[in-house]
């Protein structure tokens, strides 16, 4: 048996002793009981000359590659949301691109998917609430002449101009007017990004959720659901006792995900998950014990990858996406750890120790001897010896 010497936070060195075997997860029949996204995350170009100012160079046949694994799994796919590095690394331009490509890629497979639809392409500093509006059109086109559906993102122009929950009602109110589908909504938390701070026109969580609630109570015909990415449990679940009959809650809480999808006698959420990239094939398994009724079975496979989601989305919570393609190299999704914008940077070794660690004891690697000898190549680069 081989041993690894992983740093931990103290700056010393442990033993670590790989497991050896995998877990056996194989693709099986569509879920009945749930609706499953999982947020996917883009492969770098790792042989583009680029810097972290320049647009993201994306290697298109990993990143499609990733999202057939997805598709094979019975997951959705959420493209170019916050897991995609939309707005930390990837523009609008790439963000269309990955768009179109990823929809393509979904009907030739079979997928279902959901696009990412913001305001991103406003980069020139304080917008207007028309121009607000104007760049949630254009991108709203894009995913609708794709065949995706669409995700109504947080906006941070929006955040940085709306005066009040007026213009969010407004703003928000004529997009799903002129929609031609059903939408999510999305509400993402300052947690992952701190320029939605104050989101739906107010600071104070009770004012905002009023004004989310009557966003969608003006139109429930438009609104497919919500994803809610606060990580509170106690307030997505109050959420969605006061959504409209027929209005779905996806959860977005990388912390909570496996009580709050199992349920109470009043309800329960669906997913749209950033920590499903790298626990699709697990995830699927335990939603699909779920289907045949034994929500025991479901928490005995799903409990036990809570404590990997936290340290992945621990503070700054923004900065998960790195061990997210962290864990994708390791697991032989793509064949190097680079990230557009360089973000591969942005966590510490003893916090990627750790991320191999816990996925190793999981069993998500299908070849736990190439994440070893991965994770062993990344330890000699940072000057780990035995």
Not at 15 to 39: D, H, I, K, N, W
Not at 93 to 114: D, H, M, N, V
Not at 218 to 235: C, F, Q, T
Request: contains cysteine; aromatic residues 8%; charged residues 20%.
């Amino acid at each position: 048996m081989t041993t690894l010497h992983l740093p931990d936070a103290n700056g010393t060195l442990r033993a670590y002793e790989p497991r050896t075997e995998p877990l056996a997860l194989a693709p099986g029949a569509p879920f009945t009981s749930r609706t499953v996204f999982s947020a996917a995350h883009v492969v770098a170009d790792p042989y583009a000359d680029t810097t972290p100012d320049s647009p993201a160079a994306v290697d298109w046949d990993a990143t499609l590659a990733f999202r057939r694994h997805l598709w094979a799994h019975g997951l959705g796919v959420a493209e170019a949301m916050d897991t995609a590095q939309r707005g930390m690394g990837l523009d609008w331009a790439g963000a269309a691109e990955l768009i179109r490509r990823s929809a393509a890629e979904a009907k030739a497979a079979g997928g279902r998917i959901a696009c990412g639809v913001g305001t991103d392409q406003l980069t020139g500093g304080p917008a207007t609430l028309a121009e607000v509006r104007a760049a949630y059109e254009e991108q709203l086109a894009v995913v609708e002449e794709s065949g995706a559906q669409a995700i109504l993102m947080a906006s941070r122009a929006l955040a940085a101009t709306a005066r009040g929950p007026e213009d969010c009602l407004e703003v928000y109110g004529h997009l799903l007017r002129q929609s031609a589908e059903p939408v999510i909504l999305h509400w993402l938390g300052p947690m992952f990004d701190p320029a939605l701070e104050g989101y739906w026109g107010s600071s104070d969580l009770d004012t905002a959720t009023d004004t989310f609630l009557d966003v969608i109570a003006a139109h429930p015909d438009k609104v497919d659901g919500i994803k809610v990415s606060l990580l509170d449990a106690r307030r997505e679940i109050d959420l969605r006792r006061r959504l409209p009959k027929g209005v779905r809650c996806y959860t977005g809480d990388d912390f909570h995900y496996p009580e709050l999808i199992a349920g109470d006698e009043q309800g329960f959420s669906h997913a749209l998950l950033g920590i499903f990239d790298p626990l699709g094939p697990l995830a699927a398994q335990a939603v699909r014990v779920l289907d045949t009724g034994d929500t025991d079975g479901f928490r005995a496979l799903l409990d036990p990858t809570v404590e990997l989601s936290r340290h992945l989305f621990q503070a700054p919570t923004r900065f998960y996406k790195t061990g997210v393609v962290f864990l994708a190299w390791l697991a032989g999704h793509q064949t190097h750890f680079t990230m557009v914008g360089g973000l591969q940077s942005a966590r510490s070794l003893p916090h990627l120790a750790r991320a191999y660690e816990l996925a190793d004891r999981l069993g998500l690697f299908p070849d736990p001897k190439l994440a070893e000898d991965r994770m062993r190549t990344l330890l000699h680069l940072y000057g780990v010896t035995p």
